[in-house]
């Protein structure tokens, strides 16, 4: 499998998405990336791979400004139903690969990025991309699985990684040059 693949299944199942995730997280994790990203009233944050919105829209209340990015246009097109639904104006949505957000350098206060990762045909450049638009002093946050052996979740859902260890979360950001990175787990199975 890769990344046009994993596009395509969430063009795909972009009607479906929201009730498919409720098995996976629950908002717990909007207040836990809002927490480690210190966001007020001022702060750009940008939400890579928004999807349907979820994180956008939960974050959107604990910020000024939230611009949210993702390869797929029908996620994207559910993410702005939803999004008008809740009555949320201060997000912006762009079409965009996790490699390549089209955003300047040194732009956002934060850039978050919830069960996205396992999906990056290249973690470590989705990572160096999130820490290229984020302000010096600012917050790269980054929720996913742990290391797994679930296969048939390539199958069914799409992933290319089958979660991440702790280890390998820390070679990340080392390579993008963030500092004063940790490792938080935000539940168990």
Do not use: K
């Not at 996976?24 to 939400?47: K, M, Q, R």
């Not at 260890?165 to 040059?177: K, L, N, V």
């Amino acid at each position: 499998m890769d990344s046009a693949q994993v596009r395509e299944f969430f063009e795909q199942v972009s009607g479906e998405w929201d009730q498919m995730h409720q098995d996976f997280y629950s908002t717990d994790v909007i207040d836990a990336l809002a927490e480690h990203s210190a966001l007020g009233p001022d702060n750009h944050v940008v939400d890579v791979g928004t999807g349907t919105g979820f994180i956008a829209g939960g974050l959107a209340p604990h910020t000024g400004r939230v611009t949210g990015t993702d390869s797929s246009p029908a996620m994207l097109a559910q993410a702005r139903t939803n999004l008008d639904q809740l009555g949320v104006a201060n997000v912006t949505l762009l079409e965009a690969p996790v490699e390549r957000l089209p955003l300047d350098d040194d732009i956002v206060d934060a850039a978050v990025a919830n069960m996205v990762l396992h999906h990056a045909a290249d973690p470590a450049a989705m990572i160096a991309e999130m820490a290229r638009v984020v302000r010096s002093g600012g917050t790269v946050a980054v929720t996913d699985c742990v290391a797994h052996d679930h296969e048939w979740l390539r199958a069914e859902q799409a992933d290319l990684w089958l979660g991440f260890s702790a280890e390998q979360m820390q070679t990340f950001f080392a390579a993008a040059g963030l500092v004063d990175y940790g490792h938080n787990p935000l539940g168990t199975a």
